[in-house]
């Protein structure tokens, strides 16, 4: 796919990450409604369904035949794409609870690989894009990985979830801590990911992870210059990978902390 074309995409991401963002805000805002539970740990509101079909349905509008994968709804993962690949909500524990670190995010994959995408926050306003060949932003201005070389100077986000034990996820914890980072957990893997590229992190590790929390982050990472591990191998698509992306004079650190 031409770069022109990649680039429209991305700005289609953009404003419709946006707006679904603005959505489930005010769905939020007029009553939560029912908040149930997919599994331990795992919330799901009437806003997820909502913004996803919101999504699905101007993504069909403006890219026809083009496939979709949704946290939600699900999809085809088979071919090579165009693919679009949506987490209607980001963060649920935390929008049914009322805070605001949750997102939207809105990817395209492209022969397996994500090529472009989009992951907007409500409060604060912001939105972080990216395409291949065409940079990273936020809110129009370039991002870039933070230059930092010294672990002992990092701030290192890790994810976890209840697919993994969970003394691989303190393993993990043990061994960043123990190279010197800072650590946290705040909730939203794709904020975790695109905050990384924008250095505000240092690095975001998690052991499982799923595509639709990643791909539109990969594509903004990929540009903003981060260290990504292999998270595009075997099935990621359809059942996820361990994830790593991180400042590039980390890139060595990060990856052997990883491993067990």
């Not at 907007?120 to 306003?125: D, E, K, N």
Request: hydrophobic letters at 50%; aromatic letters at 6%.
């Amino acid at each position: 796919m031409h770069t022109r074309e990649l680039a429209r995409r991305r700005d289609a991401a953009a404003a419709l990450a946006a707006e679904a963002a603005a959505l489930a805000a005010r769905m939020r805002a007029a009553g939560l409604g029912a908040v149930s539970m997919k599994g331990a740990q795992d919330f799901l509101t009437e806003a997820d369904g909502a913004t996803e079909r919101f999504l699905r349905e101007r993504l069909a509008a403006l890219f026809p035949g083009e496939d979709v994968l949704g946290e939600e709804m699900g999809g085809a993962v088979d071919g090579d794409g165009p693919l679009w690949v949506l987490d209607p909500i980001d963060g649920t524990s935390n929008y049914a609870r009322g805070g605001d670190r949750w997102c939207v995010s809105v990817g395209l994959v492209l022969g397996g690989r994500a090529v472009a995408g989009a992951i907007a926050r409500h409060a604060p306003a912001e939105v972080f894009a990216g395409a291949l060949g065409c940079g990273a932003v936020l809110n129009g201005t370039p991002i870039r990985a933070a230059a930092t070389t010294d672990m002992a100077r990092a701030t290192v986000e890790i994810g976890w979830s209840t697919r993994l034990p969970r003394s691989v996820f303190t393993s993990l914890v043990d061994r960043v801590m123990a190279a010197g980072a800072g650590v946290r957990c705040a909730g939203s893997g794709s904020l975790g990911l695109v905050e990384t590229a924008a250095g505000r992190l240092d690095a975001y590790l998690e052991l499982h992870i799923n595509s639709w929390d990643a791909a539109a982050a990969l594509a903004i990472a990929r540009e903003a210059g981060c260290w990504i591990n292999d998270f595009e191998s075997g099935d990621w698509l359809a059942n996820g990978n361990a994830i790593g992306f991180g400042a590039p004079g980390l890139g060595g650190t990060l990856a052997a902390l990883m491993r067990p």
